[in-house]
């Protein structure tokens, strides 16, 4: 298992100050970034994606999206720039310019540690960055508790013909990896993914699916699935539209690690 408090891959969220990586109750506020199409045709197409922190699935009425950890990975693997970047109060909007065939991922990757010490006699608290960490508590802090929070949030979109090559999993935190191709997802058809925590499966998991649209409907259209011995859950989709996953899972600290608090949200498009 990854040692998070030395893992090299944390430098990719350095720079991250905030996130609240816990398990989402009934109340909680959700995080999703949803794109304006997910499966596009010729050989040179536009999409808009909105981010944001909610109440309801795709409805902006909290707070916008911190962007800092965005990565766009296009179809060859290299990363791509999110264009016409924006942040306003509720939401965060960009664009992403498809010029390659084949499926991007559009993942926001953040990382935060919160920790408390006693140091003189006094409880004190530090937040921050993983790659800030080992220096963040000072010398002489005794009774130091820390804890590792990792949050993915993403899409995936395709241009042309379906690819799979941005799937490979980095090893860290909460992910998933699809089974069934995530811009291939039609009504009628079972959709399977498998949720990894640091690269193994993540078995036993309780997954949450919402389909947007809820503030017009009169109860909240919601799923809830567990992950099988292989990580694996498959949806039997109700409608069209868009589904927002969301998984979260907490992993004990030892030999060298940081206790961890991950969660992976996801949106995907069921066509008709």
């Known amino acids: 298992m990854t040692r998070y408090r030395f893992s090299p891959l944390l430098a990719f969220v350095a720079g991250v100050i905030a996130l609240m990586a816990v398990p989402l109750g009934a109340h909680a506020h959700r995080a999703w970034m949803q794109p304006s199409s997910t499966v596009l045709s010729g050989t040179d197409a536009w999409i808009g994606v909105d981010a944001g922190m909610s109440n309801g699935v795709f409805i902006a009425d909290h707070a916008a999206m911190r962007l800092d950890g965005l990565t766009i990975t296009g179809p060859d693997g290299q990363l791509l720039s999110p ?45 921050g960055t993983p790659a800030e960490y080992p220096q963040g508590v000072p010398e002489g802090a005794t009774a130091v508790e820390a804890t590792l929070s990792a949050m993915r949030v993403e899409t995936f979109v395709t241009l042309g013909n379906l690819s799979d090559d941005v799937f490979v999993p980095t090893g860290y935190g909460l992910e998933m990896v699809p089974v069934t191709h995530p811009n291939d997802l039609v009504l009628g058809e079972a959709g399977q993914f498998r949720l990894l925590i640091d690269g193994r499966p993540a078995a036993g998991l309780e997954v949450t699916i919402a389909r947007g649209g809820s503030r017009y409907r009169t109860a909240p259209e919601e799923l809830t699935l567990t992950t099988d011995a292989d990580g694996v859950y498959s949806v039997d989709w109700p409608e069209a539209g868009m589904y927002w996953m969301h998984a979260s899972i907490q992993v004990p600290g030892g030999d060298g690690r940081l206790p961890l608090s991950a969660q992976y949200n996801g949106v995907v498009e069921v066509l008709p």
Do not use: P
């Open 83 to 127: 264009e016409n970047m924006m942040r306003g109060r509720y939401r965060a909007t960009f664009d992403v310019h498809l010029t390659q065939q084949g499926t991007y991922r559009i993942a926001n990757v953040l990382g935060s540690v919160v920790a408390s010490y006693t140091l003189n006699g006094e409880r004190q608290r530090w937040r």
